[in-house]
């Protein structure tokens, strides 16, 4: 609080009751506000123990908010951000990779949301499984942590506004996608609207499919250093990216790519311009579905995107060292902690065949495939799904399978289309980043679909490529509802939406 502030008060005029007034709304010292906030701490609710409630201040960013912390036994930990200036409706932020941390809720505060969100049920790294050796935990994380803390945010908003959330959504990326889903199959209940973005609902299949490329990269000459994939990347492009009418480097018309690593086959002694025989198996088999006891349990990853730093490099290949990719590390914490429970055992060693009842145990557990949204569709809720084009993380491929059998399920086309759409995101790396427009608001059009009936693939969404440092539009796409992709009319500036149309393959 600044001293003008406090001069305010002490001075005495006749316009003190009105500055009381101000300063009090402002969230001064004893301002309701403060004393709301605070009187949270040392309490328990709904069996939680509430370990800190702090007034945050009004910021460039952020207006004045309540974070309140707390925890649920044995070691799950939350947070619940509470506006002063609240728009009556609540999000639940997803989390990423082993969770282990609290995400921000800043872009849900910044716009006037109560938000909430937890570690998943452990403190920890988010590369680091080792808390799946504790059955509890790894419970917590598989299926209850959002289930639980829900119902404590719930109690805390109560209390601190006097009345519930006219509605209650959650957005998720990664594993917040799983979570996401999770809740949509297994607690239908719990929210009103649900996004899930690039969702790792396969996540145990998903990380065996890491560790099979891991084994595949680490046999001799097999590895794929980045130059290699520079020119894999190039070659795609040049083979895919004008199939949606224009060359601008995004694969936009996936459908209708078809690329054979054979072209970059050497002819002669290994160069930097080619692939050898090795690392041709390697991009064939980064391309092609894992499957185990006879069914495809992980999509290939798709065509684009190989070259981007952030990209296979990342998450796959590792610049000929892929034990320190992102895939390498999840897939090593799999097999070590969720599947044969031995810390000091060597992912390369690992042969799913012989882990089999293993594997489904922590599947059933884990992994949220079950295409039945039969009841969350029947108390009328919607589900938006997400997923960049080149996500090297977590194969679009997989929410494109995963979409269409949610169609078959839900006995068609039209029966689906009232309660869940996908939007693929062309060019658009794991979440956030590549060479396609990854900006978009889909939690707004996830609430004017609730709370107003209107689909989102009805409301002429657009997707925007923001500049880094500026925040300026780059270039902008519309968003189209999957199987139609963005195609170019032929006329009109390459950076506007106006000039894409969306078209079925």
């Given at each position: 609080?600044?001293?003008?502030?406090?001069?305010?008060?002490?001075?005495?005029?006749?316009?003190?009751?009105?500055?009381?007034?101000?300063?009090?709304?402002?969230?001064?010292?004893?301002?309701?506000?403060?004393?709301?906030?605070?009187?949270?701490?040392?309490?328990?609710?709904?069996?939680?123990?509430?370990?800190?409630?702090?007034?945050?201040?009004?910021?460039?960013?952020?207006?004045?908010?309540?974070?309140?912390?707390?925890?649920?036994?044995?070691?799950?930990?939350?947070?619940?951000?509470?506006?002063?200036?609240?728009?009556?409706?609540?999000?639940?932020?997803?989390?990423?990779?082993?969770?282990?941390?609290?995400?921000?809720?800043?872009?849900?505060?910044?716009?006037?949301?109560?938000?909430?969100?937890?570690?998943?049920?452990?403190?920890?790294?988010?590369?680091?499984?080792?808390?799946?050796?504790?059955?509890?935990?790894?419970?917590?994380?598989?299926?209850?942590?959002?289930?639980?803390?829900?119902?404590?945010?719930?109690?805390?908003?109560?209390?601190?506004?006097?009345?519930?959330?006219?509605?209650?959504?959650?957005?998720?990326?990664?594993?917040?996608?799983?979570?996401?889903?999770?809740?949509?199959?297994?607690?239908?209940?719990?929210?009103?609207?649900?996004?899930?973005?690039?969702?790792?609902?396969?996540?145990?299949?998903?990380?065996?499919?890491?560790?099979?490329?891991?084994?595949?990269?680490?046999?001799?000459?097999?590895?794929?250093?980045?130059?290699?994939?520079?020119?894999?990347?190039?070659?795609?492009?040049?083979?895919?990216?004008?199939?949606?009418?224009?060359?601008?480097?995004?694969?936009?018309?996936?459908?209708?790519?078809?690329?054979?690593?054979?072209?970059?086959?050497?002819?002669?002694?290994?160069?930097?311009?080619?692939?050898?025989?090795?690392?041709?198996?390697?991009?064939?088999?980064?391309?092609?579905?894992?499957?185990?006891?006879?069914?495809?349990?992980?999509p290939g990853w798709p065509f684009g995107g190989e070259a981007d730093p952030e990209g296979w490099s990342a998450w796959i290949t590792g610049n000929d060292n892929a034990s320190l990719t992102g895939g390498g590390l999840f897939g090593a914490g799999l097999i070590k902690f969720f599947i044969t429970k031995n810390?000091?055992?060597?992912?390369?060693?690992?042969?799913?065949?012989?882990?089999?009842?293993?594997?489904?145990?922590?599947?059933?557990?884990?992994?949220?495939?079950?295409?039945?949204?039969?009841?969350?569709?029947?108390?009328?809720?919607?589900?938006?799904?997400?997923?960049?084009?080149?996500?090297?993380?977590?194969?679009?491929?997989?929410?494109?399978?995963?979409?269409?059998?949610?169609?078959?399920?839900?006995?068609?086309?039209?029966?689906?289309?009232?309660?869940?759409?996908?939007?693929?995101?062309?060019?658009?790396?794991?979440?956030?980043?590549?060479?396609?427009?990854?900006?978009?608001?889909?939690?707004?059009?996830?609430?004017?679909?609730?709370?107003?009936?209107?689909?989102?693939?009805?409301?002429?969404?657009?997707?925007?490529?923001?500049?880094?440092?500026?925040?300026?539009?780059?270039?902008?796409?519309?968003?189209?509802?999957?199987?139609?992709?963005?195609?170019?009319?032929?006329?009109?500036?390459?950076?506007?939406?106006?000039?894409?149309?969306?078209?079925?393959?």
């Amino acid at each position: 609080m600044s001293s003008e502030k406090h001069q305010g008060v002490r001075h005495s005029s006749p316009w003190l009751g009105a500055s009381v007034a101000v300063l009090l709304t402002l969230g001064g010292c004893g301002s309701p506000a403060r004393t709301h906030c605070e009187s949270f701490r040392g309490k328990t609710l709904q069996g939680a123990r509430i370990t800190s409630a702090v007034l945050v201040a009004a910021s460039d960013k952020l207006p004045e908010y309540c974070k309140v912390q707390g925890a649920l036994e044995p070691s799950l930990n939350f947070e619940v951000r509470l506006p002063t200036d609240w728009n009556e409706k609540t999000v639940f932020a997803g989390g990423g990779g082993f969770d282990g941390s609290i995400p921000s809720g800043d872009i849900y505060t910044a716009k006037g949301y109560a938000s909430i969100a937890s570690d998943g049920g452990h403190t920890g790294n988010a590369l680091d499984g080792s808390f799946a050796l504790d059955p509890v935990k790894l419970e917590d994380f598989a299926q209850l942590s959002t289930h639980r803390v829900l119902p404590v945010a719930k109690a805390i908003i109560q209390e601190r506004y006097g009345k519930s959330s006219a509605k209650t959504y959650f957005e998720g990326c990664s594993n917040g996608g799983r979570e996401a889903l999770i809740e949509a199959q297994r607690w239908p209940e719990d929210f009103d609207g649900i996004i899930a973005r690039a969702p790792a609902y396969n996540f145990v299949e998903l990380m065996l499919a890491f560790n099979r490329n891991h084994r595949q990269l680490s046999k001799p000459g097999a590895g794929l250093p980045n130059v290699k994939l520079g020119i894999l990347g190039k070659a795609v492009l040049d083979t895919c990216d004008a199939k949606d009418g224009l060359a601008d480097g995004i694969i936009s018309h996936p459908a209708a790519c078809e690329f054979d690593p054979a072209a970059l086959r050497c002819t002669g002694p290994d160069n930097m311009g080619c692939l050898t025989a090795e690392q041709e198996a390697s991009v064939r088999t980064l391309y092609s579905p894992m499957v185990l006891n006879g069914e495809v349990i992980n999509p290939g990853w798709p065509f684009g995107g190989e070259a981007d730093p952030e990209g296979w490099s990342a998450w796959i290949t590792g610049n000929d060292n892929a034990s320190l990719t992102g895939g390498g590390l999840f897939g090593a914490g799999l097999i070590k902690f969720f599947i044969t429970k031995n810390p000091d055992y060597d992912p390369l060693a690992f042969n799913p065949d012989e882990w089999l009842p293993e594997i489904n145990a922590a599947s059933t557990l884990v992994s949220a495939n079950s295409a039945d949204l039969g009841r969350f569709q029947a108390r009328g809720g919607k589900l938006i799904l997400w997923h960049g084009g080149t996500d090297a993380a977590i194969s679009q491929h997989g929410t494109a399978a995963y979409y269409e059998r949610l169609v078959t399920a839900a006995g068609g086309q039209a029966a689906a289309d009232t309660f869940v759409e996908y939007f693929p995101a062309p060019g658009v790396n794991h979440c956030f980043g590549g060479a396609g427009a990854d900006a978009v608001d889909l939690l707004t059009a996830l609430e004017n679909w609730v709370e107003k009936g209107v689909a989102p693939s009805q409301a002429n969404l657009v997707a925007t490529k923001l500049n880094a440092e500026t925040g300026q539009s780059v270039f902008s796409r519309p968003l189209c509802k999957y199987p139609q992709y963005p195609r170019y009319n032929g006329t009109g500036a390459a950076t506007s939406a106006a000039s894409f149309t969306c078209v079925n393959p």
